[in-house]
């Protein structure tokens, strides 16, 4: 089983900064099966990035995401206040799609 | 639009049983695969369960193995979870959610979830 690991697990920061919270897996992932959401209180997730690096449909440009092998990074580049949320990882890669634990984003 | 809408959660004596749906519109439903993902309240999500687009491959997370069925009507585009001697660590509210374009992709589109209870 490939276990993500996300950190840190709350980060705070301010609008208008940047946010970068890190994905590790235990081993190996190809970068076509690493998934990014991000999930607000009360509402169900949201798929931000698919294939570590490529924005869903309708996400802004302000969020990327990179990385290769066991290291993958979600990046916001300017902070708004509806991205203060928590954001998770996910492994596609093998037939069971576990997630990450989640970093939660907080406005400080 | 797409929709996904469970429903059948609710409060339940452990070791009972309960069955999830989540009724899809909006896509053609026999061509994607779909999941279960849940989430304990104030905890992460954690995937559950998929079945691939025409039923014949499903997959479970270790700790519902022998336990959740997951299972999919293409007739009626509904997606179940038949869930058996049910745990007070299988409270949670339960999340159907779509394949994105191609499978191992992520999920595109997700349910509003249904809140399953179990206690005595």
């Known amino acids: 089983e490939i276990v993500l690991t996300q950190s840190p697990d709350t980060l705070s920061l301010s609008p208008g900064e940047r946010a970068i919270l890190s994905c590790r897996a235990s081993q190996s992932v190809s970068s076509y099966y690493l998934t990014w959401y991000q999930q607000k209180p009360g509402q169900a997730p949201r798929l931000l990035i698919y294939?570590?690096?490529n924005r869903a449909t309708g996400v802004p440009d302000r969020f990327s995401g990179s990385g290769s092998g066991t290291d993958f990074t979600l990046t916001i580049s300017r902070l708004e206040p509806e991205d203060f949320a928590v954001y998770y990882c996910?492994?596609?890669?093998?037939?069971?799609?576990?997630f990450g634990q989640g970093t939660k984003l907080e406005i400080k | 639009q797409v929709q996904l809408v469970e429903s059948g959660g609710g409060v339940v004596q452990p070791g009972r049983s309960l069955r999830l749906s989540c009724a899809a519109s909006g896509f053609t439903f026999s061509t994607y695969g779909m999941h279960w993902v849940r989430q304990a309240p104030g905890k992460g999500l954690e995937w559950m369960a998929g079945?691939?687009?025409?039923?014949?491959?499903?997959y479970y997370v270790d700790s519902v193995k022998g336990r959740f069925t997951i299972s999919r009507d293409n007739s009626k585009n509904t997606l179940y979870l038949q869930m058996n001697s049910l745990r007070v660590e299988d409270t949670a509210v339960y999340y159907c959610?779509?394949?994105?374009?191609?499978?191992?992709?992520?999920?595109?589109?997700w349910g509003q979830g249904t809140l399953v209870t179990v206690s005595s």
């Open positions: 294939s570590a690096s």
């Open positions: 996910q492994q596609c890669a093998t037939s069971t799609y576990n």
């Open positions: 959610a779509k394949d994105s374009v191609g499978s191992n992709f992520g999920f595109d589109y």
């Open positions: 079945i691939s687009y025409d039923g014949t491959s499903k």
